[in-house]
Nanobody, 124 residues
């Protein structure tokens, strides 16, 4: 059982940056695809970024070039560096882990473990 805990959310002005962290315990993340999703009020949870267990990087169109996912397997942690934040990035951000197929890397369906989420609010 892998336990994920996010941190680093907060309030930031548009154009600013935040770095989210996800600390894993109860298991090593090296064998998992590590993902970030987000959910805004009244909207469905959506994919943000992923780093596959084989080292591939995946982003959604709206975050490509602005967000950067990374992991430190030795520390069992995953990070999401978010730059040039926009008000539409406001959401609860969730860390997730799974060992599903690469073709479903952007899907929430295969996710085995979720964090509790951290709020990111971007003001105008």
């Amino acid at each position: 059982q892998v336990h994920l805990v996010e941190s680093g959310g907060g309030l930031v002005q548009a154009g600013g940056s935040l770095r989210l962290s996800c600390a894993a315990s109860g298991g090593d993340i090296v064998a998992y695809h590590m993902k970030w999703f987000r959910q805004a009020p009244g909207k469905e949870r959506e994919f943000v970024a992923a780093h596959s267990s084989s080292g591939g990087y995946y982003y959604t169109h709206s975050t490509l070039g602005r967000f950067d996912i990374s992991r430190d397997n030795a520390k069992n942690m995953v990070f999401l560096e978010m730059n040039n934040l926009k008000p539409e990035d406001t959401a609860v951000y969730y860390c997730a882990a799974d060992a599903g197929p690469i073709r479903r890397i952007r899907d929430a369906g295969p996710v085995e473990y979720w964090g509790q989420g951290t709020q990111v609010t971007v003001s105008t």
